[in-house]
Nanobody
Framework: QVQLAESGGGSVQTGGSLTLSCVVS????????MTWFRKSAGPGRQAVAA???????EITGDRKGRFTVSKDSAKNTLYLQMNNLKPWDSGIYYC???????????????????WGQGTQVTVSS
């Protein structure tokens, strides 16, 4: 069984920073792919940042230059460093993991089997 646990969310003002953490436990090795998603009003979850099983990284949309995704294999933890936050960055942030046997990384929520419970991020203007 695989479990993911996010933490680090909170309330900040525009321009502030937060670092989200996602601790992974269970029967999934370091060769997994992981992606951060955001859920706001409306259906579905939007991909924010992906870390491929080959170490490749992808940040989506206007988050490029503001967000950074990284991992600490020794701690089995995925991070999302978010700087210069905007009100539209608000939402519930989820980390997702999968063995990704058919692709290196993914921005598609349907590709992921394992999900955390989410952590709330609120950015006020």
């Amino acid at each position: 069984q695989v479990q993911l646990a996010e933490s680090g969310g909170g309330s900040v003002q525009t321009g502030g920073s937060l670092t989200l953490s996602c601790v992974v436990s269970g029967d999934i090795d370091d060769g997994r792919c992981m992606t951060w998603f955001r859920k706001s009003a409306g259906p579905g979850r939007q991909a924010v940042a992906a870390l491929g099983r080959d170490g490749s990284k992808e940040i989506t949309g206007d988050r490029k230059g503001r967000f950074t995704v990284s991992k600490d294999s020794a701690k089995n933890t995925l991070y999302l460093q978010m700087n210069n936050l905007k009100p539209w960055d608000s939402g519930i942030y989820y980390c997702a993991a999968d063995f990704c046997t058919r692709w290196t990384r993914s921005l598609d929520e349907a590709a992921f089997k394992y999900w955390g419970q989410g952590t709330q991020v609120t950015v006020s203007s």
